[in-house]
């Protein structure tokens, strides 16, 4: 047996990760040579939605909360670098994107003082719903929001890197810079998902009485993921105003909360790649069914469906069974061809 | 001379139902003392009184002169009390190892110990060094690496005490330590919660149904019926006391 003094799961783990990574640069930094504007488009969209997943399975996967509401930090985010980007205030995209995480952020601590008071179940998730579609209301009635026409022509400033500027409107330029931003946020968000704040939460999440006694305050960690999860989707929200360059209420609408909990169930929310996998899969389908008007929905469903039957983890949680019945069946095999050679 | 936990006219009802009467308990430093009493007597509410699972209704609780009462349970593990559950609650899917780093990082992060353990990913060295010599304390070294899920019913009951310990507790309240356990186990775990008590000069408080555990290990014995303390004293004392024998060990020691 390995000595668990070096902890070899973790670091197998690591160099994993690593190596994902590198194949998500090289996938994403590439389709732009070979893809067409709609292709481009849809992976910035892409990278939009693995921010939003991710910060949501900090507190779905990892802390073990539901949150039916997630769309009003992501809306929070979104209209408040949308208001920034229409108003021209001439701050660069970088601390726009900063300012939309931290709206996301407050607002999702905002929502957790509130609604974690009573309870972390049924009535927590309910409560996150309730104030969202409050939320969905208030934006949809704002005349400065742009009530249901939303607000339009929002164009990027032009990025200032000291020896040149950037025009972020032409070519791939917005894209690459939200490509850097997903990889620096997805890093974060791994940071925490394996670090100790990562295993105080996991640990809240499978036994929150056994962790109160081990000196955890449960409570002020389930505010703390939930506030961290705000800043996440704010950030994804920011990040989508100056790619879809039109924002709407529909953010801000339940049907927007429920695409990361369907990334997160799909790709598999045990694992910190699975809101990766489901939206890179949901995406995929939606865009290979496009040319069928109703077929992507039927394509999603049965996937989820089959998802939810045959993999129980989603599809990380599949992978992951894959390789390790791969593996046994092959050390099965070594036992045996070696049991038959001392026979 | 201060105890160690001193309880006060502990009162508490479920409803309508009064589950313990002015109950007053009180441990000195160093010492293990056991709480005994039929099913119903008030043991578990007594232990969820003192390690502020709930709060009781009156009466106080301090801990080393200090007023616990209206403290939450993590609170006041942080100050030292430390607790195990009667069905012993780990993180089953993760391993032994990580169980433990754990418990040393929250203390880490609670006691404003080192840094060094707040950052980084995996833990540190010196995190899993000290999580394996507390494993080894409590005979689960070898386990370090298995999944907390697959370890055998005693064995998840040291790893239990193991959590317990890592935050260096200057207190264990262990609620039937040996419920559940085979009687082989149960010497095996009497004599090491004897050499930890004593290497660590901790106060103990346990509840307990088995008498020759209670005797072997126990300074003091508090006996309770229906939410009442009938007894009091040292292991001898409450054996010989003719109100104890009639209603509690009465079947078994006759």
Known sequence: MNSPLQPTGLWVTHRRDMALVALLIVAFATIPLWADGGLRFLAGMALVQIVFALSFNVIFGLAGLVSFGHAAYFAAGAYTAGLLLQKGVPIPLPLILVIGALVGGALALFVAALALRRSSGNYFAILTLALAELLHIVISKSTVLGREDGLTGLKPPRLDLGITTVDLSQGHALYFLLLVVTLVAGFCAWLLWRGPLGRRLAATRLEPDRAAFLGINVHRARMQAFALSGVGAGLAGAMYAPLAQILTPEVAHWSFSALPILFCLLGGAASFWGPVAGVVVFLGVEHATRTVVGLSEIMIGVTLLTVVLVFPGGLAGGVQRLVHSLSASRRASTALTQGKAQA | ?254
Request: hydrophobic letters at 45%; glycine letters at 10%.
């Open chain 2, 1 to 254: 001379m201060t105890g160690a936990l001193t309880a006060k006219g502990i009162y508490k009802s479920y409803g309508e139902i009064p589950v313990l009467k002015n109950v007053d308990i009180d441990i000195s430093p160093g010492t293990t003392h056991a709480v005994i009493g039929p099913n119903g007597a008030g043991k578990t509410t007594l232990f969820k009184v003192l390690s502020g699972e709930v709060f009781a209704d009156a009466g106080s609780v301090d801990f080393f002169g200090r007023d616990v009462s209206q403290m939450q349970g993590y609170e006041r593990v942080r100050l030292g009390i430390g607790r195990t559950f009667q069905v012993a609650r780990v993180f089953g899917e993760m391993s032994v190892l990580e169980n433990l780093v754990i418990a040393l990082e929250s203390r880490a992060c609670f006691a404003r110990e080192s840094w060094a353990r707040h950052f980084g990913v995996s833990p540190s060295p010196a995190t899993q060094a000290e999580a394996l010599r507390i494993l080894e304390t409590v005979e689960l070294g070898r386990r370090a690496g298995n999944i907390a899920a697959v370890l055998a019913y005693g064995e998840r009951k040291r790893l239990e005490l193991a959590l317990a310990l890592a935050l260096r507790p200057r207190m264990l309240l262990l609620d039937e330590p040996m419920a559940g356990m085979s009687p082989g186990d149960r010497l095996t775990a009497v004599a090491l919660l004897k050499k930890i008590a004593k290497a660590q000069d901790m106060a103990i408080l346990l509840t307990e149904h088995d008498m020759s555990v209670v005797f072997a290990l126990a300074d003091q014995v508090t006996v309770l019926n229906y939410g009442e303390v009938i007894a009091s004293g040292t292991p001898e004392q409450v054996r010989s006391s003719a109100v104890v024998r009639e209603i509690y060990l009465g079947h078994e020691h006759a």
